[in-house]
């Protein structure tokens, strides 16, 4: 009787061990967002703005005065271009007390900690943290000032009355009066002039487990270095995403976010 007792006893703790296991290797439904480069449209209105760009405009002239001996005019108009098509990588995010940088194809992804039905993206090139003693935080806050242009849009997943079809619902917001930022905010570290976020309504085409938001296209790299210097006091409260990937010889099968 006590022999049947212990093998129960070690396939039970055996079975609740294989549970666990399988558990742990359930990927987390996370926030999925992809900064994009610009389609033609939104380009040619980046495009205009440039060539209305006093700044621009003289840098041309002066180009036009210097001889080849000078300075290669191709070369300089090429890198004055190049504002056009800047780089999707590099973007500071942060969220739910991680943060996470845009990789080479744009992609910035969190764990979920909120229910998905409504979601804020702010873009902000600094925001300040509140302690309450010592090192300890009591929240973060926006610093919205003419040397600090803050936008936030509010993203808000909306069913139709069959519930056959969802979309995103995507308009900018005002600020909240006390300036706190809520804890459903996705904080893009970066000048608003860089990122340019369509409003309205877009149809959630793939169901998938993750929260997969509208595009964002990144249409300038205003100050994105020193965006990212100014960050570093305020990044290191914020857990760094870590991500495992399983592969099958040179093909990524499977990308799950490591942090618990």
């Known amino acids: 009787m006590i022999l049947n007792k212990t093998k129960a006893t070690v396939a039970i703790t055996i079975f609740?061990?294989?549970?666990?296991?399988?558990?742990?290797?359930?990927?987390?439904?996370?926030?999925?967002?992809?900064?994009?480069?610009?389609?033609?449209?939104?380009?040619?209105?980046?495009?205009?703005?440039?060539?209305?760009?006093?700044?621009?405009?003289?840098?041309?002239?002066?180009?036009?005065?210097?001889?080849?001996?000078?300075?290669?005019?191709?070369?300089?108009?090429?890198?004055?271009?190049?504002?056009?098509?800047?780089?999707?990588?590099?973007?500071?995010?942060?969220?739910?007390?991680?943060?996470?940088?845009?990789?080479?194809?744009?992609?910035?992804?969190?764990?979920?900690?909120?229910?998905?039905?409504?979601?804020?993206?702010?873009?902000?090139?600094?925001?300040?943290?509140?302690?309450?003693?010592?090192?300890?935080?009591?929240?973060?806050?926006?610093?919205?000032?003419?040397?600090?242009?803050?936008e936030l849009y509010q993203l808000d997943v909306e069913t139709d009355e069959n519930k056959q079809q969802r979309w995103w619902k995507v308009q900018q917001v005002h600020l909240p009066e006390n300036k706190q930022i809520s804890p459903i905010t996705v904080t893009i570290l970066t000048d608003p002039k860089n990122l340019y976020i369509e409003q309205g309504n877009f149809f959630i085409e793939n169901e998938t487990k993750q929260l997969i938001l509208p595009r964002i296209f990144v249409v300038g790299n205003v100050q994105t270095e020193a965006q990212i210097l100014a960050s570093l006091d305020i990044t290191r409260y914020f857990e760094q995403i870590t991500r495992k990937k399983q592969k099958s010889g040179e093909t990524i099968i499977q990308d799950n976010i490591n942090n618990i």
């Open 16 to 150: 609740m061990l294989v549970c666990m296991l399988i558990t742990s290797l359930v990927a987390d439904t996370r926030i999925v967002m992809y900064l994009e480069p610009p389609p033609a449209d939104v380009l040619a209105a980046v495009a205009q703005n440039v060539k209305d760009d006093e700044k621009l405009k003289a840098d041309f002239d002066m180009l036009e005065k210097q001889t080849p001996a000078e300075v290669s005019k191709t070369m300089v108009k090429n890198g004055l271009r190049s504002r056009l098509l800047p780089k999707v990588s590099g973007f500071i995010a942060l969220y739910g007390g991680y943060v996470d940088y845009s990789d080479t194809d744009g992609q910035i992804t969190f764990p979920l900690r909120h229910d998905i039905s409504r979601l804020y993206v702010a873009l902000t090139p600094r925001i300040e943290l509140v302690r309450v003693q010592g090192h300890t935080v009591s929240h973060a806050q926006y610093v919205d000032s003419n040397n600090n242009p803050t």
